[in-house]
C-alpha cells in the first residue's frame, strides 16, 4: 500500500510540474495572470482526466480478437467482420484500476485548482 501511495505522489507531482509549465507559459502568451492561469490549467487538466477516467471505466467486456478487417458486404471503409473475443478477469480489473487512478488523478488536480485559484478565498 505504501509504494502504491508513492507511486500516486509521483504521479501527481510529475502532472502539477507539467500543468504548471504550460499553463504558465500559456498564460503569459495571453497576458493573464500566473495565478489564474496555473488554476485554469489545473482545472482543465483535472477535469480532462475525470471524463477520461469515467470513459475508460465504461468500456465494455468485449475486446478485438484481430486488428485485421475481414471482407465485408458493405463498401464502407471501417466496418467489416471484425472478431470480438470477452476480456479476461485480469483485463477487467486492469480497466477498473486504470478508471480509478484517471479519477482519483483529476480529482485531486482539481482541489490543487480550487487551493491555487485567487478568485475565491477558501478561508
Known amino acids: ?8 505522489v ?3 507531482l510529475l502532472c502539477s510540474a507539467l500543468t504548471v509549465i504550460v499553463s504558465v507559459a500559456l498564460g503569459l502568451l495571453a497576458g493573464t495572470a500566473l495565478d489564474r492561469a496555473g488554476s485554469l490549467g489545473f482545472y482543465g487538466l483535472g477535469c480532462f482526466l475525470m471524463v477520461a477516467g469515467f470513459f475508460i471505466g465504461n ?3 468485449a475486446r478485438v480478437k484481430s486488428e485485421t478487417a ?3 458486404m458493405l463498401p ?3 466496418f467489416g467482420n471484425r472478431k470480438l473475443r ?14 480509478a487512478v484517471f479519477i482519483v488523478l ?16 477558501l478561508v
Open 70 to 72: 475481414g471482407s465485408t
Open 1 to 8: 500500500m505504501l509504494a502504491a501511495i508513492r507511486r500516486l
Open 76 to 78: 464502407i471503409p471501417g
Open 106 to 121: 483529476g480529482l485531486i488536480l482539481v482541489l490543487i485548482g480550487v487551493a491555487v485559484d485567487s478568485r475565491h478565498s
Open 86 to 99: 470477452w476480456a479476461t478477469l485480469d483485463e477487467q480489473h486492469e480497466t477498473i484500476n486504470n478508471s
Open 10 to 12: 509521483v504521479l501527481v
Open 59 to 61: 468500456r465494455g467486456p
